[in-house]
Nanobody
């Protein structure tokens, strides 16, 4: 089992920045690919970004590339999402997730473990 807990959500003005953290416990964190997803009000859960186990490969949703950066620190069992130039449409609950492979990273059904989510609200 892997337990995931997200931190760092909150209220920010448009154009501002936030850094989300996801702390993992349980089985060896470093063997898992990690990802961030988000779910806005009345919307489906959507892929944001993923990072493979060593941190050397990342993948982003097109709309987030250039504004968001995913990273990880395996020594701290933590994955991060740095979000810059935030827009009101980025308002959502953000979830981190873990899976064993770095294939099909955008598919929600492939992830084995999920956190409880953290709310990000961007005001205009």
């Amino acid at each position: 089992q892997v337990q995931l807990v997200e931190f760092g959500g909150g209220l920010v003005q448009a154009g501002g920045s936030l850094r989300l953290s996801c702390a993992a416990s349980g089985r060896t964190f470093s063997i898992y690919s990690m990802a961030w997803f988000r779910q806005g009000p009345g919307k489906e859960r959507e892929f944001v970004a993923a990072i493979e186990w060593s941190g050397s490969d990342t993948y982003y949703a097109a709309s987030m590339k250039g504004r968001f950066t995913i990273s990880r620190d395996n020594a701290k069992n933590t994955v991060y999402l740095q979000m810059n130039s935030l827009k009101p449409e980025d308002t959502a609950v953000y979830y981190c997730a873990a899976k064993r492979t770095f294939t099909g990273v955008t598919a929600t059904n492939d992830y084995e473990y999920w956190g409880q989510g953290t709310q990000v609200t961007v005001s205009s």
